[in-house]
């Protein structure tokens, strides 16, 4: 029983339902980083080596049907001042299993949409 890790254990038996936090009140310290894992430099044969760092995805706001990865307090800084100053509060939506953080702003929805849609008439354009 050496090898047991209360916080791994607790992590997983807990931190893997979904939250809702308005998008105003979103903060990486506290939302975002209990989730993340790996980042961690290890030694393996005499050679060091980073273990790759699970990030969240989150929509991006200037490209509809892209994500971006949230790795960095200033990332969800500038995420959450661009989103505030577009399409005004919602809810953001994180989903520990996927790494993922769902968007609910009708707004938000409705530019992704069109964005979609035009995209998609300037693909069939070019056939």
Same mark, same amino acid.
């Given at each position: 029983m050496d090898n047991f890790n209360v916080h791994k254990w607790l992590?997983?038996?807990?931190?893997?339902?979904s939250i809702e936090v308005k998008i105003s009140d979103l903060d990486y310290e506290d939302h975002i980083?209990?989730?993340?894992?790996?980042?961690?430099?290890? /030694?393996?044969r005499g050679r060091e080596?980073?273990?790759?760092?699970?990030?969240?995805?989150?929509?991006d706001v200037e490209v509809?049907?892209?994500? /971006?990865?949230?790795?960095?307090?200033?990332?969800?800084e500038e995420f959450k001042k661009e989103f505030l100053e577009g399409f005004g509060d919602g809810i953001a939506?994180?989903?520990?299993?996927?790494m993922k953080i769902?968007?609910?702003?009708d707004k938000f929805e409705?530019?992704?949409?069109?964005?979609?849609q035009q995209k998609f008439k300037s693909i069939n354009k070019d056939k």
């Open positions: 992590r997983e038996a807990y931190l893997k339902e980083a209990p989730y993340e894992e790996g980042g961690e430099t290890k /030694m393996f080596y980073t273990t790759p760092k699970k990030e969240f995805k989150i929509p509809g049907d892209a994500l /971006m990865y949230i790795n960095h307090p200033k990332r969800i939506v994180i989903n520990p299993d996927t769902d968007i609910k702003n409705k530019y992704r949409e069109e964005y979609r």
